[in-house]
């Protein structure tokens, strides 16, 4: 048997739920820390959800810039210069925003 035919199919093929979910990873990241970010919102540790939050955006910023258009999944939503300048700057911004607030 040839080598050519002895090559297994692409995962996408083989197991397309699988993909699909592997495909989606850099967006569960992101959402898990959105997550807990609002968990210590709601535990009354506001100011370090928020800058959980805050970071998370910035994250999702560098996956959108750093990985390859099949592996963002749905992080892609416009363009790339677009998604990463958008998630950088609310992340950015919600971050200086929440450590200026001075404390009582």
Do not use: C, K, N
Not at 45 to 68: K, M, T
Not at 78 to 88: T, Y
């Amino acid at each position: 048997m040839p080598p050519s035919a002895m090559t297994r199919p692409p995962l996408y093929l083989r197991r397309p739920f699988l993909a699909g979910l592997v495909r989606q990873l850099p967006l569960l990241a992101v959402l898990l820390a959105v997550g807990l970010g609002l968990l210590l919102v709601a535990f009354e540790h506001w100011r370090w959800g928020l800058v959980v939050i805050g970071l998370a955006l910035v994250g999702a910023a560098l996956l959108r810039l750093l990985l390859p258009v099949r592996r963002v999944g749905f992080l892609a939503v416009r363009s790339r210069p677009i998604d990463v300048v958008l998630l950088a700057g609310t992340g950015l911004l919600l971050t200086v925003i929440t450590l200026a607030i001075p404390t009582a």
